[in-house]
């Protein structure tokens, strides 16, 4: 079965850092460009960042770049998403999913606030 | 402001034919694949459609999509009461270097 697990949420100050990570199994991890999507509360779906299967190409939204960076392990089975310099508005549930969405962990929030 | 626009709400009775619409430009839908999303309250989204008009395996054939231009749709054949749901399209962009998804569209079974 295909199953992705985030982990690694919580509550942050503004200005501190935090680092999601999302365990893949059941799917031959290393095939698959990978996709982080977050939602804010009681908004709408919001892409923030992708990674090419090997590694080399990353893209993320405007409002992230320089301040988030996704990297994975393909030994590991894992993609992260490294979150520096949080504002209050990256205040959302984080899912991770393989490829655009076609499989969605069940998602983790992250709450920045003083 | 999404990129893709999409109407805030749609509305239909059991077995009425519903459409969702998705409009977008030359930068996104006007070259790229169309993705549409389902997300029940409370949970994770899931794919519903995928380049334009695909259905994973599991999605029942009520559901279909298209594309035209620089818009696509959603269609339900005959809505259902568990169809109740947000619905998400989204698409690759070239101009933000990015995926952009719609704002959503809520749909209310009356």
């Known amino acids: 079965e295909v199953q992705l697990v985030e982990s690694g949420g919580g509550l942050v100050q503004p200005g501190g850092s935090l680092r999601l990570s999302c365990a893949a199994s059941g799917f031959t991890f290393s095939d698959y460009w990978m996709t982080w999507v977050r939602q804010a509360p009681g908004k709408g779906l919001e892409w923030v960042a992708n990674i090419k299967q090997d590694g080399s190409k990353k893209h993320y939204v405007a409002s992230v770049t320089g301040r988030f960076t996704i990297s994975r392990d393909n030994a590991r089975n894992s993609l992260y998403l490294q979150m520096n310099s949080l504002r209050a508005e990256d205040t959302a549930v984080y899912y991770c999913?393989?490829?655009?969405?076609?499989?969605w962990g069940q998602g983790v929030l992250v709450t920045v606030s003083s | 402001q999404s990129v893709l626009t999409q109407p805030p709400s749609a509305s239909g009775t059991p077995g009425q034919r519903v459409t969702i619409s998705c409009s977008g430009s030359s930068s996104n839908i006007g070259k790229y694949d169309v993705y549409w999303y389902q997300q029940l309250p409370g949970t994770a989204p899931k794919l519903l459609i995928y380049i334009n008009n695909q259905r994973p395996s599991g999605v029942p054939d009520r559901f279909s999509g298209s594309k035209s231009g620089t818009s696509a749709s959603l269609a339900f054949s005959g809505v259902r009461s568990e169809d109740e749901a947000d619905y998400y399209c989204?698409?690759?962009?070239?101009?933000?270097?990015?995926?952009?998804f719609g704002g959503g569209t809520k749909l209310t079974v009356l």
């Open positions: 999913s393989r490829d655009m969405g076609e499989t």
């Open positions: 989204a698409a690759w962009d070239d101009s933000l270097s990015g995926w952009v």
